[in-house]
């Protein structure tokens, strides 16, 4: 069993940056492909980013393509996520999941096994 705590939401301007990290506990990290999801008001959960056991092989939402960086430490247990030039339209509640069974991360919701509770990142414009 994984558990999974995101940081590091806030207020910023469009244009600013933020560094969302996902902590896990109880389960072997490096055995999991990490990814990010958001969740904006009204809509469906969507893919924002994934990675790989080792990470290597990152993967990302056109929307967030050149913008965003998915990494992760193995040896913290983090993952992180580097939201650079961000735009109103990224305002959301953004989660990170876990997927024990495989080594590369996708953009399939349901292949998850674990999910954090969530981080509110809000963007003004």
């Known amino acids: 069993q994984v558990q999974l705590a995101e940081s590091g939401g806030g207020l910023v301007q469009a244009g600013g940056s933020l560094r969302l990290s996902c902590a896990a506990s109880g389960g072997t990290f490096s055995d999991c492909a990490m990814a990010w999801f958001r969740q904006a008001p009204g809509k469906e959960r969507e893919f924002v980013a994934a990675i790989s056991r080792n990470g290597g092989s990152p993967y990302y939402a056109d929307s967030v393509k050149g913008r965003f960086t998915i990494s992760r430490d193995n040896t913290k247990n983090t993952v992180y996520l580097q939201m650079n030039s961000l735009e109103p339209q990224d305002t959301a509640v953004y989660y990170c999941?876990?997927?024990?069974?495989?080594?590369?991360?996708?953009?399939?919701?349901?292949?998850?096994?674990?999910w954090g509770q969530g981080t509110q990142v809000t963007v003004s414009s």
């Open positions: 999941a876990a997927d024990a069974d495989v080594w590369f991360g996708s953009s399939w919701s349901g292949g998850y096994d674990y």
